[in-house]
Antibody
C-alpha cells in the first residue's frame, strides 16, 4: 500500500528554521518526482516545491525561493523540506505528494496526511 | 503565473442532484488540468487528471471536461460522502497553481 508520512512540524519563532521529512513506502520512491504543498489555516492549497526523481532538478514557489530547500534521500525513501527564515505567513499544514511522473510535473496522485507548522512569537 | 478561477466558491445541493463546478484558466493550458477532493481535516485526493480522465478507484459519478481555458467538473448524482472542497489545478506552466476551491454542502 502506497504511504507517505510527514513529520517535523511544530511551533517556531519568526526567523527560525525547521526541517520537514516525508517517509515513503509501498512504491519505488527513487522512480518518482515529489512535491511539497501547503495549506494555511482556512485557506486553499499552495504548491511549494518540486524535485525530480533523482534530485537533479528542483523548483520553488516565489514565496519560498531562497528560504526553503527541497531534497531527497533515495537510499532512505525520504523527502525533506528545509525551511529557513520562517515568517508568520508560512504557518500552514505541509503535505508531501507523490508525482505520477519521474522528471516532470503532471498530477499528484498520492498525498500524506500533513504536518503542521506554526510560526509565531 | 497562470491564475485559476473556480466558480462558485460554495454550493449547496441535495442528495441525488447533478452538481457542476467550473474552472477558468488565465491562459490556454490545453488539457493540463487536474481536480482534487479534500474532505474536512483530510489530505487532498486526486479525482480527475488531464481534464477528463478518471483516477483509478474513483466512482464514475465524477467526471471532467474542457480544453484550453474553460473546464467543468461534474458529479452526476450527489452522495452524502461527496461533502468536501474541490480544487482544480493546472500543470501546463511552472508553478503549478490551484483554484481557490469550491466548498460543497448538502442542502
Amino acid at each position: 500500500q502506497v504511504h507517505l508520512v510527514e513529520s517535523g512540524g511544530g511551533v517556531v519563532q519568526p526567523g527560525g528554521s525547521l526541517r520537514l521529512s516525508c517517509a515513503a513506502s509501498g512504491f519505488t520512491f527513487s522512480s518518482y518526482a515529489m512535491h511539497w504543498v501547503r495549506q494555511a489555516p482556512g485557506k486553499g492549497l499552495e504548491w511549494v516545491a518540486f524535485v525530480r526523481y533523482d534530485g537533479s532538478d528542483k523548483y520553488y514557489a516565489d514565496s519560498v525561493k531562497g528560504r526553503f530547500t527541497i531534497s531527497r534521500d533515495n537510499t532512505k525513501n525520504t523527502l525533506y523540506l528545509q525551511m529557513n527564515s520562517l515568517r508568520p505567513e508560512d504557518t500552514a499544514v505541509y503535505y508531501c505528494a507523490k508525482e505520477y511522473y519521474d522528471y516532470i510535473w503532471g498530477r499528484m496522485d498520492v498525498w500524506g496526511k500533513g504536518t503542521t507548522v506554526t510560526v509565531s512569537s | 503565473d497562470v491564475q485559476m478561477t473556480q466558480s462558485p466558491s460554495s454550493l449547496s445541493a441535495s442528495v441525488g442532484d447533478r452538481v457542476t463546478i467550473t474552472c477558468q484558466a488565465s491562459r490556454d493550458i490545453t488539457n493540463y488540468l487536474n481536480w482534487y477532493q479534500q474532505k474536512p481535516g483530510k489530505a487532498p485526493k486526486l479525482l480527475i487528471y488531464d481534464a477528463s480522465d478518471l483516477e483509478t478507484g474513483v466512482p464514475s459519478r465524477f467526471s471532467g471536461s474542457g480544453y484550453g481555458t474553460d473546464f467543468t467538473f461534474t458529479i452526476s448524482s450527489l452522495q452524502p460522502e461527496d461533502i468536501a472542497t474541490y480544487y482544480c489545478q493546472q500543470y501546463d506552466n511552472q508553478p503549478p497553481t490551484f483554484g481557490q476551491g469550491t466548498r460543497l454542502e448538502i442542502k
